[in-house]
DNA sequence: CGCGACGTTGATTTGCCTCAACGATTGTGG
DNA sequence: CCACAATCGTTGAGGCAAATCAACGTCGCG
């Protein structure tokens, strides 16, 4: 457990420097916890009541329609941060489903101890501004992305992107994050392959 | 002026709570501009130095492919705050252009008096954090209805939730912010007419 | 007035989906 | 430890949504 403090707190000192003792306080606010594979972190129709800190393994968030079909939001790997934000905002209940691709150690970070997170140590706000606007800009240029570019160099963006997690999740998973089918994707690796030769 | 100093400090009232003094403070900070139609505010390539806040009017900001097509990525009307956030912040060249659609007022915020108001008054950390979480919950929406909506929904969803802009813009620009032609945006259109006689 | 932006309509093409069938691998209960 | 199911990737035929290309009418503007 040592260790895994050691790793969270290097994330954070990534963004904002600690006093011994704010680290020590940051640290009794998480909540350690382990997900088996297929275990779900976060059940649309709940409400998400937690952000999630990923200390290794991987989880998803996804989106189930009414017809049944399910797109992936977001992969969270080692050091990522995972949560139906909206639903944990507001109170609402989530409408995204997180769940473990893999057995996963997580730390939790109850909403209402963000809160008081918030106002006793501001700098924390900050960590969490620089953070959500990376996400968004990250998002931004997915958006961009899928208006733009073909489904092969979408493919080709993502792995170059998340070497670490395309190696891990099945295609089905990638298929649907970058939003295709799986079999069409299998289809644009077949075509690479043959290229490449 | 005075009205619209109004304006922007009860948008702020929105979010937190300011002493009549942190109000000075904060409108010190504020640089006031007129752009005319088709004038840019921000142009890839330069770096992006502000964030603007939208008195009245119409900005857009959108992205150039290397082949010349071009894709809106968002509108900012009154109360909305726009930039090229990425530049903003890593104070890397922009790789999005803001222009405006009509002639606009905007409030300015230079990036050095963002960095300043936060350490003075971390209340505008507050603000901004939860101004970026929405705006990352609306990108990440956006991205679910991209995925799983035909281009007709995706249209009524957009005049739903944007009236005031559907008004406003012509309708080329809506479909590059959409994500389809606009031939087929007016096909879309023409055939929602007959069903609803 | 004439030019350029805008919207419309139609013919053709294409990127991607649907559906179906088939091995290969994993994993799970008997 | 085997047998059977479930999951996963692949391949192919056929279909559809949306893009492309082209032509034309309208309007606002210099």
Chains 1, 2 share one sequence.
């Not at 609402?92 to 106002?119: G, H, K, M, W």
């Amino acid at each position: 457990m040592e260790s895994t403090h050691a790793r969270i707190l290097s994330y954070v000192a990534r963004y904002i420097d600690l006093t011994s003792e704010e680290e020590q306080y940051f640290i009794s606010l998480l909540r350690y916890r382990r997900f088996l594979k297929r275990q779900f972190v976060v059940q649309a129709g709940d409400v998400c009541r937690y952000e999630n800190y990923v200390i290794n393994g991987c989880l998803r968030a996804y989106f189930v329609e009414p017809g049944g079909a399910f797109h992936i939001v977001q992969f969270a790997v080692e050091d990522w941060w995972i949560a139906d934000l909206a639903s944990l905002l507001s109170g609402e209940p989530a409408t995204l489903n997180v769940d473990a691709l893999e057995d996963t150690e997580v730390f939790q970070i109850e909403r209402s101890a963000l809160d008081e997170l918030y106002s006793r140590i501001p700098k924390f706000e900050r960590m969490f501004r620089i953070m959500l606007a990376g996400a968004f800009v990250a998002h931004q240029n997915r958006i961009i992305d899928n208006l733009c570019k073909p489904a092969a160099e979408r493919y080709l963006a993502f792995v170059e992107r998340y070497r670490n997690i395309e190696q891990r999740v099945p295609q089905t998973q990638i298929a649907s994050y970058l939003g295709m089918t799986p079999e069409f994707l299998s289809q644009i690796r077949s075509n690479l392959k043959k290229k490449r030769r």
